[in-house]
């Protein structure tokens, strides 16, 4: 298995441009979770999938923010517009069940100028 | 809420020595926890698991200790290389759906 895999790998964007990542799970993986990671905040939880369907947003940072799961083999994470503070890594990761382990991509790095 | 989180920020180790690395959590239900290291510019990767039943799992180098009664669990890492030197975090993820992480601690290998 290819593992979960993200793109692009890399994003450059001016502020206030649309930017659109993109994630596909492993292959069986019925559970979803897009997180941020910055230097100052860590890891944080944005939000996560069952089944294809949001379950937790809470961890969205404000409304331009939004996160699909049109089935169960892709996801976006979109931000319109983007802010400079937007600038983090974002990553996918995909699990099968409950307590199981979470399999990460190896993220995006975004970077809001 | 609930929480995972780690006693110490930053360790640093002479190569060679044993590292320890400490998680505290906070729901007396968990009977799940994994550990992950993060290399940089890497996502982060599953070590080694352990479920409540147990008080001890081994690995290759890697062994982790779980303690109920003060809801503590350690990563003990064996003769560490400088490969090792990674941020490491533990996850609790049977306090809900939601896979939470603490701040995670910083090993680095000292030549």
């Given at each position: 298995d290819a593992g979960v895999i993200q793109s692009p790998r890399h994003e450059v964007t001016e502020m206030g441009q649309e930017v659109t990542l993109r994630c596909k799970p492993i292959s069986g993986h019925n559970s979803l979770f897009w997180y941020r990671q910055t230097m100052m905040r860590g890891l944080e939880l944005l939000i996560y999938f069952n089944n294809n369907v949001p379950?937790?947003?809470?961890?969205?940072?404000?409304?331009r923010f939004s996160a699909k799961m049109p089935n169960a083999s892709f996801s976006t994470l979109k931000i319109?517009?983007?802010?400079?503070?937007?600038s983090a890594v974002y990553f996918c990761a995909s699990k099968q069940g409950v307590d199981e382990k979470l399999f990460f991509g190896s993220g995006t790095q975004l970077s809001v100028l | 809420g609930e929480s995972v989180g780690l006693h110490l920020p930053t360790l640093s180790v002479q190569e060679g020595d044993n590292s320890i690395i400490n998680c505290a959590y906070s729901?007396?239900?968990?009977?799940y926890f994994i550990w992950y290291k993060q290399e940089s510019g890497k996502g982060p990767q599953f070590i080694i698991d352990i479920r409540s039943n147990m008080d001890k799992r081994q690995g290759q180098r890697v062994t982790v200790l779980l303690n109920k009664t003060v809801k503590h669990l350690s990563l003990q890492i064996a003769a560490?290389?400088?490969?090792?030197?990674a941020v490491y975090f533990c996850a609790d993820?049977?306090?809900?759906q939601n896979f939470v992480f603490g701040p995670g601690t910083r090993l680095s290998v000292l030549p």
């Open positions: 379950i937790d947003d809470s961890g969205m940072p404000e409304d319109q517009p983007s802010e400079p503070r937007d | 729901n007396s239900a968990s009977d560490t290389q400088p490969g090792d030197s993820p049977s306090s809900g």
